[in-house]
């Protein structure tokens, strides 16, 4: 694998989203560990299918073109059910996210 800087991962996160199509999101990339060459993309929107392996089919035609992005895709609805109760990921994310956009105002 081409080890690739954060700014060219993120302009890569970018295009993504351009490719998915979505109105109305919120964007985080981060990277699990600081020696990791894979980055981590969670999109939350009202937009994904709320058929789970509709939505990985759709995320997956477009995010395989970006090997060195893994994307994580909620619905609204499922971000707002792990929200209510003290979810060590989101707090994670909050910490160590870089925002791309968000439209929901999540992590502001």
């Known amino acids: 694998m081409i080890k690739t800087t954060f700014e060219e991962t993120f302009q890569d996160a970018k295009k993504l989203l351009e490719l998915l199509r979505l ?3 919120t964007a985080v990339l981060y990277k ?3 020696d990791d060459d894979e980055a981590n993309l969670l999109i939350i929107s009202e937009e994904f299918s709320t058929n789970m392996e509709k939505r990985q089919a759709y995320i997956f035609s477009i995010s395989s073109l970006f090997p060195n992005i893994e ?3 909620w619905t609204y609805d499922e971000f707002k059910k792990r929200s209510k109760k003290a979810d060590e990921f989101l707090s994670r994310i909050r ?3 870089t925002i ?4 929901y105002q999540i992590f502001e």
């Open 32 to 34: 699990a560990s600081s």
């Open 23 to 25: 109105k109305k999101y």
């Open 71 to 73: 994307v994580i895709g």
């Open 100 to 103: 791309i956009k968000d439209d």
């Open 95 to 97: 910490k160590i996210g």
